[in-house]
């Protein structure tokens, strides 16, 4: 499971942070664009190839140093243009920490998931604690005002429909 998680899971993931969906839960369309900007950032590895170009620079060199110029200079005018997509695109800084620090991101993502499914436990136990006062306090109830009991069921019921 590379990259692609589950409606679920990302779910999950929008339920644990207090980020907006649209950081976790991307459309086709955009993680193409998320694609194209990795394949575009590679392109400019040209930057790299300019430095060992110029540490041995001589008269044969002006050629292809000449080429690599122009492919960056490209290479950045088409990540200029694709920067519209991604204006709206938000990263977690904690992300961005354990980038910085060179680790794996998909190790961050796991912990994250981790940590939602220890909080959707959490939170499960806690539906399921309301719904059983729920039923007891509708028993209460049902025994010291029946009436007012079952017209509170009935009203229940319609809205339920």
């Given amino acids: 499971m590379c990259c692609a998680y589950s409606d679920l ?6 339920a644990q942070t207090d980020l907006p969906r649209h950081v976790w839960y991307h459309s086709r369309r955009e993680m193409e664009g998320l694609v ?3 394949v575009k950032s590679k392109k400019n590895e040209n930057a790299r190839h300019l430095g060992v170009i110029a540490t041995d620079f001589g ?3 002006q050629e292809p140093f000449n080429q690599k110029i122009h492919t960056l200079m490209s290479g950045l005018q088409e990540l200029d243009q694709m920067r519209s997509q991604f204006m709206d695109v938000k990263v977690p800084l ?3 920490d354990v980038l910085d620090q060179g680790k794996n991101p998909q190790l961050y993502t796991k912990e994250v998931l ?3 499914l220890l909080k959707n436990k ?3 136990g806690k539906v ?6 729920h ?3 509708l028993k209460e109830l049902g025994e010291e005002m029946p009436e007012d009991t079952m017209t509170y069921r009935n009203i229940r019921d319609i809205m339920d429909k």
């Fill in 94 to 96: 904690e992300l961005l």
């Fill in 114 to 116: 981790e940590r939602t």
């Fill in 122 to 124: 959490e939170v499960n």
């Fill in 36 to 38: 194209d900007l990795s």
């Fill in 135 to 137: 039923a007891a306090l």
């Fill in 128 to 133: 399921e604690t309301y719904k059983k006062f």
């Fill in 59 to 61: 008269a044969r060199s």
């Fill in 9 to 14: 899971a990302k779910a999950a993931l929008y």
